[in-house]
């Protein structure tokens, strides 16, 4: 993927550096500018994604930096977002009178910014670098369209005829096909028979480019299925805005998939969690602790500055790490007395049950390792897989932290609950040998910064 270019305008170092940090997780090129005036010489000497101005500035206001950027064609199509601490409706307005995309207030920028950054990262990467198949026996349409698409930021390939483009698709598969109908060797009509007659082939959007402007071939190709049609002679920003339709139609298809995707996952998640919710509720002693773990896994989480989506899973996977313990004899579960080595035995298959009861969720794939490996030892001596060191997946490593300090400080029939600094002192003794030694200090940092205490967990 292509690097981000990011511009932020913003008179506050201090905001300025916290955005930059934000922003320097996705791997984008980030530029600063001081003000409007500034952050205006710097749009046009340079091609930006993405542009994050704030409105209140000296020489130049935000709002005015906005307007003056849509106004010309090489700024025109930058996504702007509006940063501010106004949250009028007149502001908001403003913001999207003068063209800005999206407006955040500063208060829930770290967040919403990723978010945002994250759509436009999924659309960047659906619009460039797309490879486009170039089918004309005139060279000099060839070369044209392939020099006019490579400045849009397309790849391109050309073919003569139809049965040169088949060559080509053996090896390449396009995103979209420009075509010219009458062609030697085989026509454009041929050609696209041909790729509809296979499946691998069949889904690339197909635009007719052809000087026969009768209405019957236009009808008859879009009846078999092209996606557009262009009468020559056009010009090449014609063509540019057809493929990124087209191209943009199919972002829009992904996010709809992404929706259904984050619906079908909540809709799990609340009826395991409740099920988990059931089964720690009849013993007073395990009351809550998935919830716990689940907070202290995702604490963790922002510590290392994972990006959101990373510590929402962690969340999950530390929600749902006990969850084969549904599969676990109730004798077992709630017995009060300690366990011999036989039935622990039977305890230690609780991880590989939660993973099958999780497989069958494709919304749930990513955090499976986490669960199957939350009782793995960093030396190689914890279950099931006997995995050591970096071996096993970070999100278990961190999950195992809270799982361990959680279990200190809760009472068990035969005995107390430690207290936090006890509990502390266990985790650093066994830093290194059962639990991960980073995982470990960011465990501390996040507890010193948060002033973690025990009542946090039991109230
Ligand atoms: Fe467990």
Same mark, same amino acid.
């Given at each position: 993927m292509r690097q981000l270019k990011i511009l932020i305008v913003e008179d506050s170092p201090t905001i300025r550096m916290g955005l930059v940090s934000v922003l320097r997780k996705?791997?984008?090129?980030?530029?600063?500018?001081?003000?409007? =005036?500034?952050? !205006? $010489?710097?749009?046009? *000497?340079?091609q930006f994604d993405l542009i994050i101005t704030d409105i209140d500035m000296?020489?130049?206001?935000?709002?005015? &930096?906005?307007?003056?950027?849509?106004?010309?064609? $090489?700024? &025109?199509?930058?996504?702007?977002?509006?940063? =501010? @601490?106004?949250?009028s409706e007149y502001h908001i307005e403003e913001g999207f009178r003068v063209g800005a995309s999206a407006y955040i207030n500063k208060m829930n920028a770290p967040r919403e910014l990723e978010r945002c950054v994250e759509e436009l990262l999924l659309k960047s990467e659906i619009l460039h670098n797309r490879l486009i198949l170039v089918v004309d026996d005139s060279a000099a349409i060839r070369a044209v369209v392939k020099e006019g698409l490579i400045k849009e930021g397309f790849q391109a390939v050309t073919a003569a005829h139809g049965t040169e483009a088949l060559t080509i698709l053996i090896s390449q598969k396009p995103d979209v096909i420009l075509c010219d109908l009458e062609m030697p060797e085989m026509d454009g009509i041929s050609f696209f028979e041909t790729l509809q007659s296979r499946s691998q082939?069949?889904?690339?959007? %197909?635009?007719?480019?052809?000087? /026969? =402007?009768?209405?019957?071939t236009m009808r008859r190709m879009m009846r078999k299925g092209a996606s557009a049609y262009l009468v020559k002679p056009f010009n090449i920003g014609q063509s540019v805005i057809m493929i990124e339709k087209l191209l943009s139609d199919h972002y829009q298809l992904l996010l709809r998939e992404k929706e259904r995707f984050i619906a079908e996952r909540n809709l799990m998640l609340g009826s395991i969690t409740s099920l988990i919710q059931a089964l720690e509720a009849r013993d007073l002693y395990t009351r809550g602790h998935s919830d @716990?773990?689940?907070? /202290?896994?995702?604490?963790?989480?922002?510590?290392?500055?994972?990006?959101?989506?990373?510590?929402?899973?962690? #969340?999950? *996977?530390?929600?749902? +790490?006990?969850?084969?313990?549904?599969? /676990?004899?109730d004798d077992l579960l709630l017995k009060s007395d300690r366990l011999t080595d036989e039935e622990f035995e039977i305890i230690k298959q609780h991880p590989v049950i939660g993973a099958n009861i999780l497989r069958p969720i494709p919304s749930l794939a990513e955090i499976i390792p986490a669960v199957l490996h +939350? +009782?793995?030892?960093?030396?190689?001596?914890?279950?099931? @897989?006997? !995995?050591?060191?970096?071996?096993?997946?970070l999100w278990a490593r961190i999950i195992?932290?809270? #799982?361990?300090?959680?279990?200190?400080?809760?009472n068990r029939p035969y005995r107390k609950g430690m207290s936090h600094k006890e509990a502390v002192t266990v985790i650093r003794h066994v830093s290194g040998t059962q639990l991960c030694p980073e995982?470990?200090? /960011?465990? &501390?940092?996040? *507890?010193?910064?948060?002033?973690?205490?025990?009542? #946090? %967990? !039991?109230?």
């Open positions: 996705f791997g984008a090129e980030v530029m600063q500018a001081a003000d409007g =005036s500034e952050g !205006f $010489d710097i749009a046009v *000497a340079s000296p020489v130049m206001n935000g709002l005015q &930096l906005c307007q003056e950027l849509k106004k010309r064609p $090489d700024t &025109l199509s930058i996504p702007i977002i509006i940063l =501010s @601490s106004e949250e082939w069949a889904g690339i959007p %197909f635009i007719v480019m052809s000087s /026969i =402007s009768d209405r019957s @716990s773990v689940a907070k /202290i896994a995702a604490g963790m989480g922002r510590q290392m500055r994972l990006s959101s989506r990373e510590i929402e899973c962690i #969340d999950i *996977a530390g929600k749902l +790490h006990d969850i084969g313990k549904i599969g /676990i004899r +939350h +009782h793995e030892h960093l030396d190689g001596k914890g279950y099931p @897989s006997g !995995f050591k060191g970096t071996q096993i997946p195992s932290v809270g #799982d361990t300090y959680h279990a200190l400080i809760s995982c470990v200090s /960011i465990f &501390l940092e996040w *507890a010193k910064s948060s002033a973690l205490k025990k009542e #946090d %967990f !039991f109230s």
